[in-house]
């Protein structure tokens, strides 16, 4: 992608536009380092096939979810009623994966490796936008405080799901027996696939 040399933008932080750029620029910086570390691991070379299932699906839906923030902060700031209701929407998604991680993956993971770091860090980050989505239930939607706090929910979610990406699941592919990845990806199917308006 170029030259290796950190991206700089420069925006009046009062324009419409500094958020989504600030954010294009933030998952850029963090997806550069996700890539290397993922071609540096067994996890998606040499077990592809299996990886291919339970991993990439938890994958998937951090790419539509991740899309619907950035659909989401695109939306002119006049069009409240669109801001309401797509953040329904991703509430929901949100909630169900966050939901599937921990009912499948993370408490298998829980006996496995008890005093993971990775893994608690994982779970706190899970409180926090749990946290987060309900307090933004309670904040006037058309307001800048709502913006600003749904914003920093976008940071902490891009970081939390490209972390998982980089040391938990290539951990958990190390630690889980085949046997094991066909039962949760069984298991993760039985919950259901998040669901959002671009992967309907």
Known sequence: MGSNSPSVLVVDPGAPSAGIERQKIFIRNLRKNHI?????????TEHDTLHMDIFSSMELDHEAVRAQFLKLQNLPLTQHHAR????????????????????????????????????????????????????????????????DRFNSLSDLFIRHTLQ?????????????????????????????????????
């Open 36 to 44: 290397s570390a993922i071609n540096k691991s067994s996890y998606k």
């Open 164 to 200: 998982e990406e980089i040391d938990l699941f290539p951990q958990a592919w190390d630690m889980l027996e085949e046997a094991t990845l066909k039962n949760l990806m069984q298991r993760t199917a039985n919950l259901g696939q998040v669901k959002l308006p671009d992967r309907l």
């Open 84 to 147: 309401a209701e797509q953040f329904g929407q991703l509430k929901d998604a949100l909630s169900l994966h966050l939901d599937t991680e921990e009912q499948v993956l993370y408490s298998t993971l829980s006996r496995i490796l008890p005093q993971s770091r990775i893994l608690h860090d994982a779970l706190e980050q899970h409180k926090k936008i749990r946290l987060a989505l309900n307090e933004l239930d309670h904040i006037p939607v058309e307001s800048q405080v709502w913006m």
